[in-house]
């Protein structure tokens, strides 16, 4: 168990809907990151967050956001979605975010139907 | 710029013998360098770290790996498989600290034969 925490564990929706992925870092930790896993994408880095501050953004699309929040939880809003979202969605957590070892949580696997 | 290649998709081993998964990086700065096992429907888990301490790095579950800057090489070693070993295996390089991104490779499936 890393201490990083994400719910739900499974999300089933429509397309064009909007969904909301949450997750609680591990204690102490200031930096939040999130990941899409898909089978033809990979392993592919979203976007970063450094207590609420957003820190570095990857390959994540316009219909998707994101926020840290003043106790440190993230959510990840996935909006207009598409049959191609669906995909196993990660987060980590780490110190400083500069770096160091990023802890993951198990994820939340998305399904778009 | 960071880059991973992993050289191998897949990997199969026979129970006992040993394994190497094979990483190459690219880094413009000294690069933190991380290998994490995925287990079926599982989180990442972290095996070890380089960290330009020791250039061999001891990790979990029996796992080792050896920075070799000359050959801009980071390879995964154990010397006997166990079934429980069958995962995706990520080969991963930052920038250290004077950056922030993790760049992963595109992972090796290790198969262990009973």
């Known amino acids: 168990d890393s201490g990083v925490t994400q719910t739900p564990k499974h999300l089933i929706t429509a397309t064009g809907q909007r969904v909301t992925l949450r997750c609680s870092p591990r204690?102490?930790?200031?930096?939040v990151y999130w990941y899409q896993q898909s089978l033809d994408q990979g392993l592919q880095f979203l976007i970063q967050y450094y207590n609420g501050e957003e820190r570095a953004k990857g390959n994540i699309l316009e219909r998707f956001s994101a926020q840290q929040f003043p106790d440190l939880h993230s959510e990840l809003n996935l909006s207009s979605l598409e049959l191609g979202d669906s995909a196993l969605y990660f987060c980590?957590?780490?110190?400083?975010?500069?770096?160091?070892?990023?802890?993951f949580g198990p994820g939340t696997r998305l399904l778009v139907l | 710029a960071q880059s991973v290649t992993q050289l191998d998709s897949h990997v199969s081993v026979s129970e006992g013998t040993p394994v190497l998964l094979r990483c190459n990086y690219s880094?413009?700065?000294?690069?933190?360098l991380f290998w994490y096992v995925q287990h079926p429907n599982k989180g990442l888990q972290l095996l070890l770290k380089y960290t330009s301490a020791a250039t061999l790095v001891k990790g979990i579950n029996g796992f080792e790996a050896e920075f070799k800057k000359s050959e801009t090489s980071f390879h995964l070693t154990k010397p006997s498989a166990h079934m429980s070993d069958a995962a995706e295996y990520f080969c991963?390089?930052?920038?250290?600290?004077?950056?922030?991104?993790?760049?992963f490779g595109t992972g090796t499936s290790l198969t262990v034969i009973p």
């Open positions: 204690s102490g930790d200031l930096s």
């Open positions: 980590a957590s780490s110190v400083t975010g500069l770096g160091e070892t990023q802890y």
């Open positions: 880094s413009s700065y000294s690069p933190s």
């Open positions: 991963v390089v930052s920038e250290g600290n004077t950056g922030n991104q993790f760049y």
